[in-house]
T-cell receptor, first 115, second 110 residues
Framework: ETGVTQTPRHLVMGMTNKKSLKCEQH?????MYWYKQSAKKPLELMFV???????ENNSVPSRFSPECPNSSHLFLHLHTLQPEDSALYLC??????????????FGPGTRLTVL | SQQGEEDPQALSIQEGENATMNCSYK?????LQWYRQNSGRGLVHLIL?????REKHSGRLRVTLDTSKKSSSLLITASRAADTASYFC??????????FGRGTSLIVHP
């Protein structure tokens, strides 16, 4: 266990559904991240939150909406997704996002399938 | 982009053999990290090497860094079937956020 949990572990949704992914870290970290992992592609950084403030939005479509109510919790709200959004969504945390030697701790991921 | 690129994409070896994976990148970095991912799971941090270091060891892992060639290698000695996983390098430069490559898929046959 890395100290980062994600729920649900698997999610199947239709293109018109609205769902949310949840991430929680128990490490006392100040930075949290959302990544998308698709087959044969590099891990894609989606969003970064540092001390609850969004510091990176890597040109992510608006159908993905992040929320960080506190340093321990991170959500990814999903609506009107496309089949190409099917992927493994990984959450990570680190001590902070503005210092060097930034080891990241990953959750197990949510396997998302969009029908 | 300072994204690292791992080579080879896939590696298949017998238990007991050594496995070597390489990572190349394009711009200067503060540090380089290696991560491991078991199938369908999250990534686990293995080792971090700073830009002023040339070699680092952790158990059966040996990482080298050559900043003049902008490359790093990860050596796993005496591999085991349990080492079967994907291995990623992540480079960290001015943004302080690690940037990951596509990974090397390692299969160790018992």
């Amino acid at each position: 266990e890395t100290g980062v949990t994600q729920t649900p572990r698997h999610l199947v949704m239709g293109m018109t559904n609205k769902k949310s992914l949840k991430c929680e870290q128990h490490l006392g970290h100040n930075a949290m991240y959302w990544y998308k992992q698709s087959a044969k592609k590099p891990l894609e950084l989606m969003f970064v939150y540092n001390f609850k403030e969004q510091t990176e939005n890597n040109s992510v479509p608006s159908r993905f909406s992040p929320e960080c109510p506190n340093s321990s919790h991170l959500f990814l709200h999903l609506h009107t997704l496309q089949p190409e959004d099917s992927a493994l969504y990984l959450c990570a945390s680190s001590q902070n996002a503005d210092g060097a030697y930034n080891e990241q701790f990953f959750g197990p991921g949510t396997r998302l399938t969009v029908l | 982009s300072q994204q690292g690129e791992e080579d080879p994409q896939a590696l298949s070896i017998q238990e007991g053999e050594n496995a070597t994976m390489n990572c190349s990148y394009k711009t200067s970095i503060n540090n380089l990290q290696w991560y491991r991912q078991n199938s369908g799971r999250g990534l686990v941090h293995l080792i971090l090497i700073r830009s002023n270091e040339r070699e680092k060891h952790s158990g059966r892992l040996r990482v080298t860094l050559d900043t003049s060639k902008k490359s790093s290698s990860l050596l796993i000695t005496a591999s085991r079937a349990a080492d079967t996983a994907s291995y990623f390098c992540a480079t960290e430069g001015g943004s302080y956020i690690p940037t990951f490559g596509r990974g090397t898929s390692l299969i160790v046959h018992p």
